[in-house]
T-cell receptor, first 121, second 112 residues
Framework: GAVVSQHPSRVICKSGTSVKIECRSLDFQATTMFWYRQFPKQSLMLMATSNEGSKATYEQGVEKDKFLINHASLTLSTLTVTSAHPEDSSFYIC?????????????????FGEGSRLTVL | SQQGEEDPQALSIQEGENATMNCSYKTSINNLQWYRQNSGRGLVHLILIRSNEREKHSGRLRVTLDTSKKSSSLLITASRAADTASYFCATGNTGANSKLTFGKGITLSVRP
């Protein structure tokens, strides 16, 4: 199936630093990528929708200046957690939709990365 | 906001038994999808059922959709220990930018 690569899988940083997480679609063009946050034993909360070449659309309550999203190419979206604090510690997951519709029988399916566990000390 | 609500929240069964998980949602949808997540990993798409479909099969998986009751069920037959994971239903609408709204998830434990 389609592969979405997310990097790094784990990151530990000091409070106040910024952390960048990359999400790449390896074998398809992802016109749309989604960034989720997941707390332990809870569901995925959509943070923002990332469209190639345009500004991301953030969900209500998500700080745009805190969580910077860049979707500069059809295969790469990045999430930067700026000035991270311990409360930002979480599991961040990206997903991508195949813009050409060839990878899936329908365009409803999302392909997920393996997630990035952020721990802010 | 959460749209899908799964039940039960946790399910423990013996290997070989069938596992049935239910999902209810609130608004009209174009499709409903089920995903699986192993602990600490990303999500894997299992099956998608469109709003005009009532039942769909994929291997040991059987999904039903009742749009009048706004509910769906996922049946895993002849469960295996490797089926142990969290299962999420997600609802979606049309459009390339349409986002999925995930339920809270069901933790399935299959005892060997």
């Amino acid at each position: 199936g389609a592969v979405v690569s997310q990097h790094p899988s784990r990151v530990i940083c000091k409070s106040g630093t910024s952390v960048k997480i990359e999400c790449r679609s390896l074998d398809f063009q992802a016109t749309t990528m989604f960034w989720y946050r997941q707390f332990p034993k809870q569901s995925l909360m959509l943070m923002a929708t990332s469209n190639e070449g345009s500004k991301a659309t953030y969900e209500q309550g998500v700080e745009k200046d805190k969580f910077l999203i860049n979707h500069a190419s059809l295969t790469l979206s990045t999430l930067t957690v700026t000035s991270a604090h311990p409360e930002d510690s979480s599991f961040y997951i990206c997903s991508a939709r195949d813009g050409t519709g060839r990878r899936a029988a329908n365009t409803g399916e999302l392909f997920f990365g393996e997630g990035s566990r952020l721990t802010v000390l | 906001s959460q749209q899908g609500e799964e039940d039960p929240q946790a399910l423990s069964i013996q290997e070989g038994e069938n596992a049935t998980m239910n999902c209810s949602y609130k608004t009209s949808i174009n499709n409903l999808q089920w995903y699986r997540q192993n602990s600490g990993r990303g999500l894997v798409h299992l099956i998608l059922i469109r709003s005009n479909e009532r039942e769909k099969h994929s291997g040991r998986l059987r999904v039903t959709l009742d749009t009048s009751k706004k509910s769906s069920s996922l049946l895993i037959t002849a469960s295996r220990a490797a089926d142990t994971a969290s299962y999420f239903c997600a609802t979606g609408n049309t459009g390339a930018n349409s986002k999925l709204t995930f339920g809270k998830g069901i933790t399935l434990s299959v005892r060997p």
